[in-house]
């Protein structure tokens, strides 16, 4: 589920767990998860304009 978006959040309700530390026991980071996470991050960063640790 986390794969195709769905929140860890969301993803603790649906299986019923009290806390969100037993669903990331059973969730594991695949490479294409990892990879989609680091370019959502890499857009996010394209939009601030910084220079020398400043934003310009």
């Not at 989609?36 to 640790?53: E, K, V």
């Amino acid at each position: 589920m986390i794969e195709v978006g769905v929140d860890l959040i969301e993803v603790q309700k649906i299986l019923g767990h009290h806390s969100i530390l037993t669903t990331v026991r059973y969730t594991h980071l695949t490479d294409q998860t990892k990879h989609h996470a680091i370019d959502r991050i890499n857009t996010l960063m394209d939009g601030f304009d910084i220079d020398w640790g400043k934003v310009k």
